[in-house]
């Protein structure tokens, strides 16, 4: 399994902007592969300027990755905004690739008949 993370700070009280941009369906989901994508908001004290939100998709493999990464419509996308400015409620991004090495689940608790 292989995990994408992506770690967007925005200007506070935008982080809301771009759990809707990553939430809407989109051609993602059609990838053979794409396991899922979790959009989550870094929880605790916010700073006054600026909030963290946190894309991690997961994929089987890292061909299944590079599918999406090599697509046409995924390509034709980055294409459309080569050259366009950044939103101006982002400040940075950043980008790491993970390769899962071990997961682990839950124990199955049996309960006993009284």
Do not use: C
């Amino acid at each position: 399994m292989l995990i994408q993370m992506r770690t967007i700070v925005v200007k506070a009280g935008t982080s809301d902007l771009v759990v809707e941009r990553f939430g809407k369906p989109g051609p993602i989901q059609e990838i053979e592969g794409f396991l899922d994508m979790s959009v989550m908001v870094k929880k605790g004290k916010r700073s006054d300027e600026e909030e963290e939100v946190v894309v991690m998709t997961r994929w089987e493999s890292q061909e299944a990755w590079k599918r999406w990464e090599t697509s046409d419509i995924h390509i034709q996308g980055h294409r459309e905004n080569r050259g366009k400015p950044k939103p101006e409620h982002v400040i940075r991004t950043e980008h790491a690739m993970y390769e899962v090495k071990k997961v682990k689940g839950p124990i199955a608790v049996s309960s006993k008949a009284e």
